[in-house]
T-cell receptor
Framework: RKEVEQDPGPFNVPEGATVAFNCTYS??????FFWYRQDCRKEPKLLMS???SGNEDGRFTAQLNRASQYISLLIRDSKLSDSATYLC???????????FGRGTSLIVHP | EAQVTQNPRYLITVTGKKLTVTCSQN?????MSWYRQDPGLGLRQIYY???????DKGDVPEGYKVSRKEKRNFPLILESPSPNQTSLYFC??????????????????FGPGTRLTVL
């Protein structure tokens, strides 16, 4: 099983839609999780951290399911500007090397 | 302005010609790293550094060297570039990377990227 797995998509949704992505991980010892956003050929930027109790920031909600070893990102009321690739990041077990998922592509259309 | 800078942003070179990509951060971060990003493979870490004079291999270190003589700088060196090193490279830094108990990881700030083509 790969350490971090994401559905590459693309998820093609209309403006205003709600969309959710999952990211599964294999290292049960991981304690920090993050979602990054990457616009085409630009650097990744932190979108939000994922805490055990969940985390909400405006239209974005991140949740952690330790039992099933996945994190999720929910985007409500999608905007055209949300079109990007969303990367999940999980520290690799026993090392200082974070593992990035390959990303999920989101396309929001009018 | 807090930032990570990389130079050059674009580079076309030939096989075997040594090159260095510079990376500098002005946030006094301890942890710095280099990634390459290839279509379908995502971001893969090449090398990382926990602090000055402390470097270690990431997932794909073959063909690369790094050094960390100063806290702010972390250059990536390709001694003899080959076409399979054609890629988009990102430098990143973060405050620290604590290892007490479980691994705790802080937000990484990325440079704008260097697009390297090796002919």
């Amino acid at each position: 099983r790969k350490e971090v797995e994401q559905d590459p998509g693309p998820f093609n949704v209309p403006e205003g839609a709600t969309v959710a992505f999952n990211c599964t991980y294999s290292n049960s010892a991981s304690q920090s999780f993050f979602w990054y956003r990457q616009d085409c050929r630009k650097e990744p930027k932190l979108l939000m951290s994922v805490y055990s109790s969940g985390n909400e920031d405006g239209r974005f909600t991140a949740q952690l399911n330790r039992a099933s070893q996945y994190i999720s990102l929910l985007i409500r009321d999608s905007k055209l500007s949300d079109s990007a690739t969303y990367l999940c990041v999980v520290p690799s077990g026993g090392s200082y090397i974070p593992t990035f998922g390959r990303g999920t592509s989101l396309i929001v259309h009018p | 302005e807090a930032q990570v800078t990389q130079n050059p942003r674009y580079l076309i070179t030939v096989t075997g010609k040594k090159l260095t990509v510079t990376c500098s951060q002005n946030m006094n971060h301890e942890y710095m790293s280099w990634y390459r990003q290839d279509p379908g493979l995502g971001l893969r870490q090449i090398y990382y550094s926990m602090n000055v004079e402390v470097t270690d291999k990431g997932d794909v270190p073959e063909g690369y060297k790094v050094s960390r003589k100063e806290k702010r700088n972390f250059p990536l060196i390709l001694e003899s570039p080959s076409p399979n090193q054609t890629s988009l490279y990102f430098c990143a830094s973060s405050l620290s990377y604590s290892g007490k108990g479980g691994i705790s990881y802080n937000e990484q700030f990325f440079g704008p990227g260097t697009r390297l083509t090796v002919l």
